[in-house]
């Protein structure tokens, strides 16, 4: 846990520090576990505030409706995220309008990172600078050339296939075209992603640290689009 925070770059960030919620064996969830708190969960609001986002914390039998909800599917932990301190599930294969750009089969495999401080999905440099590429010529958001991003997670279960449409990885100001991917490179972990905010507000995220395991479901924010063209498609898919 940091005790201290550099000026740059909070000094300019509209909030006073950040508490780290990763299931490392020394974090402050293992305090809130001493509490009886071992669950919790996130729904992300916009970034205008036109839907205000929540949290809940408890047990997962006290957590409200919107976070233990039906189609509430999960994802088991690594077996190494206590030791890197992340909520670390694997990835099984990233598809970019419908053709695979990223396979992770055994033994070569592939892990995400579930971060509501992130506020891209991010991954490897080597996959995601060429699609940048091609998203990046899409100069005016235009929804209906850009492609759908799905990441197929192993589940506790069965596979589970989060699905980004462009409008939950894109925006436009009237001006240009926002992409909210970006990559990053890690020495020892090259096969790394980062689910951030554009996968965290579509999906509301549940944290189950005594049974090591993510839970994701539509967000309510979804379901109260059914009846446009951005909901109706817009679910977790097994």
């Not at 520090?17 to 299931?23: E, H, K, T, V, Y």
């Not at 409200?64 to 932990?77: C, R």
């Not at 890197?84 to 990172?113: F, N």
């Not at 689009?225 to 817009?234: A, L, Y």
């Amino acid at each position: 846990a940091a005790l201290e925070e550099s000026d740059y770059p909070f000094v300019d960030m509209p909030f006073d520090g950040i508490l780290g919620l990763g299931p490392s064996q020394d974090g402050p969830i293992r305090s809130l576990q001493q509490h009886g708190i071992s669950a919790f969960a996130f729904k992300l609001g916009t970034p205008s505030c036109s839907f205000a986002g929540q949290a809940a914390f408890g047990d997962l039998q006290d957590l409200p409706p919107w976070a233990v909800t039906e189609g509430l599917m999960w994802a088991p932990l690594m077996p190494k995220a206590e030791e890197k301190g992340y909520w670390l599930l694997e990835v099984l294969s990233m598809s970019v309008g419908g053709h695979l750009v990223q396979s992770c089969a055994s033994p070569k495999a592939c892990s995400a990172a579930v971060d509501t401080g992130s506020g891209d999905l991010m991954g490897p440099q080597d996959v995601v600078e060429p699609l940048l590429d091609i998203l990046e010529m899409q100069k005016e958001c235009k929804f209906s050339a850009l492609p759908k991003i799905e990441i197929r997670l192993r589940g506790v279960e069965r596979t589970l296939t989060l699905v980004l449409d462009p409008w939950d990885y894109a925006e436009s100001d009237g001006s240009k075209c926002d992409i909210h991917l970006s990559s990053i490179e890690l020495s020892q972990k090259p096969d790394m992603w980062v689910l951030g905010q554009p996968v965290l507000r579509k999906y509301v995220s549940v944290y189950d640290l005594p049974r090591r395991r993510v839970g994701f479901a539509l967000s309510p924010r979804q379901k109260l689009r059914k009846g446009s063209h951005r909901s109706s498609r817009q679910q977790v898919t097994v």
